[in-house]
């Protein structure tokens, strides 16, 4: 149970870091007010409409809108940046949240590898002793 807690916990922890410093860009192409095209990690498509009309500020209907989510920059966190009482609390969650995970001692059956007889006959049929 411990090591599959273990081992969850690191992959997690693993596609955490991964994706928190992850940067994309999400470009989205609106004509007028309708959106056009949107793509992640790529430009996206035109709709065409920039070779027929002239080149003019005024007149052009299309628009460019890029979103760019960038990710973290420094990955390292300090406890010494945290206050006391967070120190205690953190120390304190972290211990008790470990300690929910601790497996009780399995109690000893004697006689587990114990392979009891084979019954032949049901002994309190045949003497019609039942218990009321």
Request: aromatic share 14%.
């Amino acid at each position: 149970m411990k090591q599959i807690f273990h081992n969850t916990a690191s992959f997690a922890m693993a596609f955490l870091v991964l994706f928190s410093t992850v940067s994309f860009t999400v470009d989205k192409h609106f004509c007028g007010e309708i959106l056009v095209d949107q793509a992640v990690f790529s430009e996206a498509k035109s709709c065409g409409m920039h070779g027929d009309m002239p080149s003019s500020a005024e007149d052009d209907c299309c628009d460019e809108e890029k979103v760019i989510v960038e990710g973290q920059k420094e990955l390292k966190i300090s406890f010494d940046d945290l206050d006391l009482d967070q120190q205690v609390f953190l120390a304190t969650f972290t211990w008790s949240y470990a300690n929910l995970f601790e497996g009780e001692a399995q109690a000893k059956i004697p006689f587990f590898h114990y392979k009891p007889p084979l019954l032949v006959y049901d002994i309190h049929l045949l003497d019609e002793t039942f218990l009321i």
